[in-house]
């Protein structure tokens, strides 16, 4: 049963436009999510997070909006770069020691 | 600062051969620790996760196993490897505060 759904595995976009990539989830005791930039043959390094408390959280270009009633959450990246382009994992936790991923969605940004 | 190291790189071995990939953190003491692979084509999936000495939990059953000898020492092994044991394998560590972990660079397995 996969808990942390990323429906779609792949994507592109031109460069300066918009990148927006969605997870979906199960589990209603999901409370804390992240977001996780992968490159290959590399471990994935940390890109955002956001608490369930909230809707919303920046960091600079990097945007995680979270929409609890849908059991959503969606990362956009605004203007998408080329060093942009990796895998993306969404995460999530319920309080536990362990997260759980997301399939992945391999994010190719057009120069 | 923390850092956590992880090797080899890349291996290539047998079916039947046995396997040991080592996992050490730096800069911090009493991490939780936790193995994931990331098989082609798949997301990652949390193999074990270790939240003290000697304290091993597996989520699926396979062909590995996991031992913490010491604190900050994570090991994963397998007695007789299988062809679908390839894959990316990552070692993470986090404080567990919920905040996320820090991954090491992977090991690349092939069983051929």
């Known amino acids: 049963d996969q808990q942390v759904k990323q429906n779609s595995p792949s994507l592109s976009v031109q460069e300066g436009r918009i990148s927006i990539l969605n997870c979906d989830y199960t589990?209603?005791?999901?409370?804390?999510f992240l977001w996780y930039k992968k490159y290959p043959a590399e471990g994935p390094t940390f890109l955002i997070s956001?608490?369930?408390?909230?809707d919303k959280n920046e960091d600079g270009r990097f945007t995680v909006f979270l929409n609890k009633s849908a059991k959503h959450l969606s990362l956009h990246i605004v203007p998408s770069q080329p060093g942009d382009s990796a895998v993306y994992f969404c995460?999530?936790?319920?309080?536990?020691?362990?997260?759980?991923f997301g399939t992945g969605t391999r994010l190719k940004v057009l120069a | 600062s923390q850092t956590i190291h992880q090797w080899p790189a890349t291996l290539v071995q047998p079916v039947g051969s046995p396997l040991s990939l080592e996992c050490t953190v730096e800069?911090?003491?009493?991490?939780?620790l936790y193995w994931y692979r990331q098989a082609a084509g798949r997301g990652l999936q949390l193999l074990f996760y270790?939240?003290?000495?000697?304290?091993i939990s597996s989520e699926v059953p396979q062909n590995l196993s996991a031992s913490r000898p010491q604190d900050r020492q994570f090991i994963l092994s397998s007695k007789k490897l299988l062809l679908s044991d390839s894959g990316f394998y990552l070692c993470?560590?986090?404080?567990?505060?919920?905040?996320?972990?820090?991954f090491g660079s992977g090991t690349r397995l092939t069983v051929v």
């Open positions: 800069g911090t003491s009493n991490p939780n």
């Open positions: 993470a560590w986090s404080t567990g505060g919920g905040e996320g972990y820090t």
């Open positions: 956001i608490s369930s408390i909230k």
């Open positions: 270790s939240v003290g000495i000697g304290q």
């Open positions: 589990n209603s005791m999901f409370d804390y």
């Open positions: 995460a999530a936790n319920s309080g536990t020691y362990k997260y759980i």
